[in-house]
């Protein structure tokens, strides 16, 4: 059973944070280019292409294990935003915005977890 990705709000929030955490972190030092900010970006866009690859899954088993790892990947992104601030890299503002914005990806993410797996 495919399901839409571009229907979910889970996809848009998390295909929002890709495009926030790659403008957030072109300025980053030069040294952090294939350290810290590649981290950031890949993890940003696992948690949205886990997202894509479980709903093109056939069955809700498999949905719910892509929609895991994405948990994982949006958890990952959010504590390397918070690392990202603490040594002075992102503006602690844009670091609050992302914080925020991870937070609300992930609750949604388990939202529709839950949703998922008590059915």
Same mark, same amino acid.
Request: hydrophobic share 40%.
């Given at each position: 059973?495919?399901?839409?990705? !571009?229907?979910?709000? +889970?996809?848009?929030?998390?295909?929002?944070? /890709?495009?926030?955490? @790659? *403008?957030?972190? &072109?300025?980053?030092?030069?040294? =952090? !280019? @294939?350290?810290?900010?590649?981290?950031?970006?890949?993890?940003?866009?696992?948690?949205?292409? &886990?997202? /894509?690859?479980?709903?093109?899954? *056939?069955?809700?088993?498999?949905? +719910?294990?892509?929609? &895991?790892?994405?948990?994982?990947?949006?958890?990952?992104?959010?504590?390397? +935003?918070?690392?990202? =601030? !603490?040594? =002075?890299?992102?503006?602690?503002? %844009?670091?609050?915005?992302?914080? %925020?914005?991870?937070?609300?990806?992930?609750?949604?993410?388990?939202?529709?977890? %839950?949703?998922?797996?008590?059915?």
């Amino acid at each position: 059973m495919s399901r839409d990705h !571009r229907k979910l709000d +889970v996809f848009t929030l998390a295909d929002q944070l /890709v495009l926030d955490i @790659y *403008r957030s972190s &072109n300025d980053f030092p030069a040294p =952090e !280019r @294939y350290g810290l900010q590649s981290q950031m970006r890949r993890a940003a866009v696992s948690t949205a292409c &886990n997202i /894509v690859e479980g709903s093109a899954r *056939r069955t809700t088993r498999e949905y +719910v294990h892509f929609l &895991n790892v994405a948990t994982g990947s949006a958890a990952e992104a959010e504590y390397l +935003v918070t690392l990202a =601030e !603490r040594l =002075e890299i992102l503006p602690a503002t %844009r670091a609050d915005d992302l914080i %925020r914005a991870y937070g609300k990806l992930s609750a949604s993410l388990r939202a529709l977890l %839950r949703s998922l797996v008590d059915d």
